[in-house]
């Protein structure tokens, strides 16, 4: 991946030997391989976070069974204890130790009782037991995925950090009317957003058009594509997930024809962008950094992969 990034980099012709259409379109190239490593860190780091969980309940699931276990033998002690002092219980000791048929009897009960207790006891703290083995064979599978993550997030970082820095520097090179074009967000666009959580969401959505893009930002003050619609949705007390990936799999898929306010359209077949219908025209996202948060046609945002409505 880093080898792609930085063939990418090195290639990027310069901005003197270029139109100015071309420099925005190489700025847009690099913008858009810049989201989607930012996407795969995300992913990848919500992942190590996951599997981090597993292995603390895992081991706290083993603690458990062990001391559950240690509670079961005292018990198998206490009776197999029981079980040899003063007379053996078996069934010709009470036989012969008995004084009368009713001394028979009751001991042989006591007897039966006894060995239904040891009986259930150790079967109760054999399981306990094996529960104990499988927390800690759960535990180790799980701390060896969660160190590959620390690796894999490492990797992606490492890439997208490249990405972004390749993009900020042909940011950079553009003209100041390039960068005016970028930076304007256009009139707001107002709507009467309908009733419900969807129409919460857009209402959160496009109290943010004019704030600023910025890779991986959670917000308040600027926003990623992804936690732009996280963040709208979590004011409307939905939890939804972080990265477009994720997102892309929520609620159920709606066509094109049927979009409605609050439905996340999900674009490219890397599933690495995502904005939120305004109606079945228009769609609010946060696009990529140089350009604020606004309402664009939903058509021309980019390729559609798919189009999930969250609640409804």
Not at 104 to 121: G, H, P, Y
Not at 292 to 310: F, H, W
Request: contains cysteine; charged residues 20%; aromatic residues 4%.
């Amino acid at each position: 991946m880093a080898a792609v990034v930085a063939a990418t980099v090195v290639s990027m012709p310069t901005a003197h030997a270029q139109p100015a259409d071309e420099a925005l379109k190489t700025y847009t190239e690099l913008t858009h391989h810049a989201e989607k490593l930012t996407q795969d860190h995300l992913k990848a780091t919500g992942d190590l976070a996951k599997a981090n969980a597993i292995v603390g309940i895992a081991t706290e699931a083993e603690k458990k069974a062990l001391a559950e276990s240690e509670q079961y033998r005292g018990q198998v002690d206490v009776l197999t204890t029981a079980s040899f002092e003063g007379a053996r219980l078996n069934n010709l000791s009470a036989f012969l130790t008995s004084t009368s048929q009713q001394d028979f009897l009751e001991r042989m009960q006591a007897m039966n009782i006894i060995a239904t207790d040891q009986n259930a006891a150790v079967s109760r703290m054999n399981a306990t037991l094996d529960a104990a083995k499988k927390a800690r064979s759960d535990a180790t599978a799980a701390a060896a995925a969660a160190e590959k993550l620390v690796a894999d997030v490492t990797e992606r970082k490492t890439a997208m950090d490249q990405q972004v820095t390749a993009a900020r520097t042909k940011y950079q090179s553009l003209s100041a009317p390039q960068k005016q074009t970028l930076a304007a967000s256009g009139p707001k666009v107002t709507v009467n957003a309908p009733a419900g959580a969807a129409g919460t969401a857009l209402q959160f959505a496009l109290n943010q058009q004019g704030k600023p893009y910025v890779f991986g930002s959670n917000g308040p003050d600027s926003w990623d594509c992804s936690s732009l619609v996280q963040a709208a949705y979590r004011s409307a007390g939905v939890s939804i997930p972080r990265v477009t990936y994720d997102q892309a799999k929520i609620g159920r898929g709606v066509s094109r024809g049927e979009v409605a306010p609050g439905d996340l359209i999900i674009y490219y077949s890397g599933q690495s962008h995502v904005a939120m219908a305004v109606d079945n025209v228009r769609a609010v996202h946060a696009s990529t950094e140089g350009i604020p948060v606004k309402v664009a046609n939903i058509d021309s945002i980019g390729p559609i992969s798919v189009i999930r409505r969250v609640v409804g």
